[in-house]
């Protein structure tokens, strides 16, 4: 339990830390990384779920940016492969509606309800991996500052901001707590479920009380709402290389969606 939240503490940690390299993606305005990050979802979700093979080309947008951010993309598909239970079990009621019959290989027959799964789960597995990318290469607060300069209401964006990091101090006073238990537990492995009832209502009261304290500080230090400019984070201004990184993407992605490329390579 303790390294497992360890680890959630650490990928947090590290994301931010990631975000300050200067990588090629790093160095992109982001604004247009934003831009870019709407239109692939925008392109990948409306397409139908009959063009299962059209869906994969969509892959190259995540691998291409993980490339440009330094991020293996063996660690940016471990982070994403937790969704899939969540999509999965949203889209499992279709196996039993949709038993039309879409392919026969091998005496298995396909339905439809078994495409629509894979499918989903596709969509939120690259969704994920978008997303991800983005943070990863602009920061929490980059990403949040970059909806705001976009016309996002800034009420929006601070509680976004917020609540992200109100999810940290929440790993971190489990952390504390688990710590506290297993130093009072001496050999036991495994707590009663009545403790376990208990331990998830101090972790609550702990971390309400930590919040009111952080919001306290924070209305002491002038914060009114607005998402402040913090000295380390520089406002870039638009450069030609953010426009030719917002209109390629772009293009990519629409003729990704417009176009059967798939009907052409195979």
Aim: some cysteine; charged content about 15%.
């Amino acid at each position: 339990m303790s390294r497992r939240l360890y680890e959630a503490l650490h990928l947090i940690d590290a994301t931010e830390h990631t975000a300050r390299q200067k990588t090629p993606l790093a160095q992109i305005d982001a604004r247009a990384k934003m831009v870019v990050l709407l239109t692939f979802l925008l392109t990948m979700l409306s397409l139908p779920v009959e063009r299962l093979s059209e869906l994969m080309l969509f892959a190259i947008y995540p691998i291409t940016m993980a490339a440009a951010a330094g991020i293996g993309y063996g660690q940016l598909l471990r982070r994403s492969l937790i969704i899939i239970p969540f999509v999965a079990l949203i889209a499992l009621p279709n196996i039993l509606y949709q038993r039309e019959p879409v392919l026969v290989e091998g005496g298995v027959v396909i339905t439809r309800g078994w495409i629509t799964l894979l499918a989903i789960t596709l969509r939120g597995v690259l969704a994920v991996q978008g997303v991800v990318v983005m943070i990863a290469s602009t920061g929490l607060y980059g990403t949040c500052r970059a909806m705001q300069r976009l016309g996002v209401p800034y009420i929006l964006a601070s509680q976004i901001y917020l609540t992200l990091r109100y999810i940290r101090l929440m790993v971190e006073q489990a952390l504390h707590l688990q710590q506290a238990v297993e130093s009072r537990l001496f050999s036991r492995k495994t707590l009663p479920l009545t403790l376990w009832a208990r331990l998830t209502g101090r972790l609550l009261l702990l971390s309400i009380g930590r919040g009111e304290a952080v919001g306290r500080a924070m209305a002491s230090r002038g914060f009114v709402g607005q998402m402040p400019q913090l000295p380390y984070h520089h406002t870039r201004r638009w450069r030609r290389r953010d426009s030719v990184y917002l209109v390629v993407w772009c293009c990519t992605l629409l003729c990704l969606r417009v176009l059967h490329f798939a009907e052409m390579i195979f």
